[in-house]
């Protein structure tokens, strides 16, 4: 794998952050989160659209909350809708907590009211489809612990509670996470951590998804995001550490899982929450990074 170009998409000279991609209708479509400050009031959601005739990148809309913290937006395609999955901070002058929200477009422009979902503080981070429907994963930091959530019509309902837990695996505060398919209807989960060694994990489930067999990574990871290539191989995007950069690395499987760095994309400092979208032999992964001073949003254009 070789990075083609790397280009700036968006610096407001605000903290520009979380990204995410999705190919829809032909287009890559990318959001992500612009507010003052890492956490204020102010975050709204952004989403643009790729335009291939001149290779620019047009705003199409912003999504806001009255009085609420817009953050870590992720898109998918459900239904033929693009499907909008964001969690808001909100009781800034009282006690703060945290809403998670989804909301859907026909055309990236016009977006549904925001519907909340899962109950109160539950961070639910990324909407994927494995073989039977639409899961995601949330968190509460405080519970150290996280759930597994499965859509029903439209809206999240707990499918395993706890899905890893300092109580239940020995290891604590697991949060962000990605999940795809990795042969048939077996899924994989890669789960960040933040507490004792920091290892993230890797989870292994046939359906219903409801018996994961969990495998320590060793390695720290932070806003991971992965995708099955057409060669069958899985593809992450996430923050490494020490120094701290966004990397691309290569997930084996087998009697020993292991993350492999592949390369290292231009960042450092506040940096990753990565997309990936593949497209024939091309990567193309969003990210966020600091190293310009600026919290900007990039675009890498990379080959296979």
Request: aromatic share 10%; with cysteine; glycine share 6%.
């Amino acid at each position: 794998m070789k990075v083609n170009k790397v280009t700036k998409v968006w610096d407001s000279g605000k903290h520009c952050a979380f990204t995410d991609l999705c190919m829809f209708n032909g287009s890559l479509w990318l959001c992500f989160r612009e507010g003052d400050s890492h956490v204020s009031p102010d975050g709204q959601v952004l989403i643009l659209k790729f335009n291939s005739s001149d290779n620019s990148w047009q705003e199409q809309a912003r999504i806001t909350l009255t009085d609420a913290d817009l953050r870590d937006p992720k898109l998918m395609i459900f239904e033929e809708q693009l499907m909008l999955t964001c969690a808001a901070k909100q009781g800034f002058d009282e006690r703060p907590y945290h809403q998670s929200y989804l909301s859907w477009s026909s055309d990236g422009k016009q977006w549904s009211d925001l519907k909340p979902v899962a109950e109160k503080s539950m961070w639910l981070w990324r909407s994927r489809a494995l073989s039977d429907g639409i899961y995601s994963i949330g968190y509460k930091a405080a519970e150290q612990q996280v759930t597994l959530y499965r859509m029903e019509q439209r809206a999240y309902q707990p499918w395993v509670a706890p899905l890893f837990s300092k109580q239940l695996n020995g290891l604590g505060y697991p949060n962000e996470h990605d999940m795809c398919l990795v042969d048939g209807s077996r899924a994989a989960c890669l789960l960040r951590r933040d507490a004792d060694t920091a290892s993230a994990q890797l989870g292994i489930a046939d359906p219903p998804y409801t018996n994961w067999q969990w495998h320590d990574l060793g390695t720290r990871i932070g806003g991971p995001a992965m995708i099955k290539l057409s060669n069958e191989r899985l593809l992450c995007a996430v923050r490494l550490y020490e120094p701290v950069r966004t990397s691309l690395c290569s997930l084996h499987l087998g009697d020993k899982p292991e993350l492999e760095e592949i390369l290292s994309l231009p960042s450092g400092g506040d940096c990753s929450y990565p997309g990936l979208v593949q497209q024939g032999d091309k990567i193309y992964c969003s990210y966020y990074s600091s190293h310009e001073d600026n919290c900007s949003i990039y675009f890498a254009e990379l080959s296979l």
